[in-house]
């Protein structure tokens, strides 16, 4: 057996990046980005009001208080988008809005709730109940978040919601990201019949294909084609000259490359190498450089659900440029005992509980049910034998 972490290398010394794209931002959710995006202008474009209230002198204001307070005239009156700068001179207010271009003339914001009168009475004169802390206060001073040319996003992270509202706001409109992978599934098993089909003794429903095809998705990739083909060579060598002419980047199959009689996966497809890795579950797994890359995964939900975690999903963000292909491992505890096989590193679907983590099923790379509780991997390195309640085990998060 080969250890999991040198077939991954194996995989990822055979990807290659994809074409890179520009597009504009409404575009570019979830995909990849290639190029490092600067800000166009400085983040904030201009000094302006942190608070509903009046633009002010300090120096008008700083003795006021509830026993002794201070009246202004309002001279101007400033919302949201206005591009008045009105002069202040010495006893004298804007009431100005948050988010207003603060007045060159003025160098404090006075919240209403400093007033006597508030909103209600604020457009002839204001009524200073409570000084600043200090000159400037309630301001957002221009660039204080970055300046234009600063490095916003860098090449190389996944674009979602806070990264592309953080480049609208520093005025980029468009973005190069990675070509999304254009993958295809195929499940394998002439026992697999569609959900929710009418079943006889021996056939099951197929979800490899549904669970496969939902990750690929999870990893920036489209899905080009997705089929369930019987234990039938042509059947099968059809199906990836389908995917071939979808122009498929990668070929996902699952089910036939293990030690039976009938594995579909190892009689037909001759261009992938077949290996056994010190894992579980997983051991089984074939790949091929392509192009496309062809990766050939296990039948049993479980084990084709972490063998895509492990092998495939760090291939398809290397397609796209990721800076980051590995999930951040967390340590938490585990709060039952469980057993690990020695020499293989073991991958334990978990759920999440009151201090820490139990496994999510009982044992078992068939129990598809099990899967529907999981929220991560524990992963038990090869050394270890078994899992004491209390014990750090490391953690990856998929849910």
């Given at each position: 057996?080969?250890?999991?972490?040198?077939?991954?290398?194996?995989?990822?010394?055979?990807?290659?990046?994809?074409?890179?794209?520009?597009?504009?931002?409404?575009?570019?959710?979830?995909?990849?980005?290639?190029?490092?995006?600067?800000?166009?202008?400085?983040?904030?474009?201009?000094?302006?009001?942190?608070?509903?209230?009046?633009?002010?002198r300090f120096a008008d204001v700083a003795t006021a208080s509830a026993a002794s307070p201070v009246v202004l005239r309002v001279v101007a009156d400033l919302p949201a988008g206005t591009a008045l700068d009105p002069a202040l001179n010495p006893g004298e207010a804007a009431r100005i809005m948050t988010g207003a271009p603060l007045p060159t003339s003025a160098d404090t914001v006075v919240p209403f709730e400093a007033t006597a009168g508030g909103l209600a009475d604020s457009l002839a004169s204001v009524i200073v109940t409570e000084a600043p802390l200090q000159i400037g206060d309630h301001i957002r001073r221009r660039g204080e978040d970055c300046t234009a040319g600063t490095e916003l996003v860098p090449a190389g992270v996944e674009l979602g919601p806070l990264q592309l509202s953080a480049i609208a706001a520093a005025n980029v409109a468009r973005v190069t990201v990675s070509r999304r992978p254009r993958v295809a599934v195929i499940a394998t098993g002439t026992e697999l019949l569609p959900p929710g089909s009418s079943l006889n003794r021996g056939q099951i429903p197929e979800s490899n294909s549904v669970l496969l095809a939902s990750l690929t998705r999870r990893a920036g990739a489209g899905v080009v084609l997705q089929r369930t083909v019987r234990d039938v060579d042509g059947e099968l060598r059809q199906a990836i000259a389908d995917a071939t002419a979808h122009g498929a980047d990668a070929v996902i199959t699952s089910g036939g490359v293990s030690a039976g009689a009938f594995e579909v996966v190892k009689t037909a497809v001759s261009e992938m190498s077949f290996v056994q890795v010190a894992m579980q579950p997983g051991r089984p797994q074939g790949f091929a450089a392509g192009p496309p890359l062809?990766?050939?995964?296990?039948?049993?939900?479980?084990?084709?659900a972490v063998s895509f975690e492990v092998f495939v999903r760090p291939a398809l963000l290397a397609m796209q440029g990721r800076t980051q292909i590995h999930r951040p491992m967390l340590r938490l505890s585990a709060t039952v005992a469980w057993r690990s096989p020695r020499g293989r590193v073991q991958y334990v679907p978990i759920a999440l509980v009151r201090g820490g983590v139990a496994p999510a099923t009982e044992r078992g790379s068939h129990r598809a049910g099990g899967l529907a509780r999981a929220e991560g991997y524990a992963v038990i390195p090869a050394d270890v034998e078994a899992v004491a309640p209390g014990e750090l085990v490391d953690v990856l998060l998929v849910s």
């Open positions: 057996m080969i250890t999991a972490e040198d077939h991954r290398q194996a995989i990822l010394t055979a990807v290659q990046h994809l074409d890179r794209l520009t597009v504009p931002l409404a575009n570019a959710l979830g995909s990849t980005l290639r190029t490092a995006v600067h800000a166009a202008v400085d983040l904030p474009l201009f000094d302006n009001s942190a608070m509903d209230g009046f633009a002010v062809m990766f050939g995964l296990p039948g049993n939900p479980v084990s084709a």
